[in-house]
């Protein structure tokens, strides 16, 4: 017991790793604790527009502890590209040693879920990732385009980067987005060109 | 489409409603989407040690969702009795709101888990109620007696409210507590007598 309990007080740093978006009417930061919370709702509700017919339990499972590497390697940017094997390294490393507080048989499980995520080859593994990139681009549309204007974020870059995992998780999801993406580029809520 | 955007835009919410307990190294207070995250992964952790056989994806379900009526209705500190049925029916006016937001389909299977939850008549609802009501000892515990402190709640009103809950659901979890709780109370962490 006290090995759960020393891993969920260490999942207590989560709360504490910023992102990059604000919360509606919040002046703060996003944090990645309840990010991972919102995203798994989103999936949720998405389910029957999975590109393949997905077991919703699992992309659930994956999105709860899919940053967990975060408390020890912090939260970068989609769009910030340098580094990204020695970050994916970095967090691999971290979960090894979160999920390594728990008992062996559910540290095995969690990190067969953060791998599974992390490697992206399964369509819950692609399903949770469109969620997953997706929820930023939500929240920027409702916002004003706020963390795209903040870091200089270019139309073009958003779509590069978000567009290819986000069509193949969830293709309708897209196809909306697309849609409002280039309605608010008009609206000049992105970085300049 | 857009309903599923509008529903998931609106739990955004969920992250500007303050408990009572603060992060463990953190200034600010905990939000109730945060929370939401934590518990649900205590769930996944504690699973074995249910009372009952359990189905764990329901029981995540349930933990993802039991909270969500606070965005109408607020959070009150499990500890202030009065008008405890007035709140529970603004609670389930604001699911019904909230979840009304969606495609039918979805809003009756978010529904039926709030309910559930709230109900609290099945096992599955039994553990999620442990894990609910465990998570704030477990971070007073790790924190000074920080809210027990702060509201003046005396050793005795946590023992009497979440002792029956978590041993109703997870009766080794409250094996843990109960000496733990005893040891901090030696050590003054809660209210005055």
Redesign the interface.
């Known amino acids: ?2 090995q ?2 020393d ?3 260490e ?6 790793i910023t992102r990059k978006t604000r ?4 002046d703060r930061y ?2 990645s ?2 990010h ?3 995203i ?3 999936a ?3 389910a ?2 999975a590109e393949e017919p997905i077991d919703l ?1 699992r992309v ?2 994956m999105l ?2 899919h940053d967990i590497g975060e408390i020890d390697a912090g939260d970068v940017m989609v769009y910030a590209d340098s580094n990204r094997q020695e970050r994916q390294s970095a967090e691999a490393a971290a979960v090894t040693r979160i999920f390594g507080l ?1 008992p062996e ?2 540290a095995a ?2 990190l067969a879920l953060w791998q599974e995520f992390d490697e992206g080859g399964t369509p819950e593994a692609r399903f949770a990732h469109a969620a997953d990139r997706a ?1 930023p681009v ?2 920027n549309l ?1 916002n004003g385009g706020q963390s795209w204007l903040e870091n200089g974020i270019r139309h073009e870059q958003v779509v590069a980067r978000v567009a290819p995992p986000i069509r193949a998780g969830c293709p ?2 897209w196809e ?1 987005l697309e849609t409002r993406l280039e309605e608010e580029k008009r609206n000049g809520w992105f970085g300049a060109e």
């Open positions: 017991m006290q759960i309990v891993f969920v007080l999942l207590d740093k989560l709360k504490g919360p509606l009417g919040l996003e944090n604790a309840e991972s919370w919102q798994a709702l989103l949720a509700s998405l029957h527009y339990d659930i499972g709860l502890v728990l048989e559910q499980r969690f929820m939500l929240l409702a309708a999801l909306y």
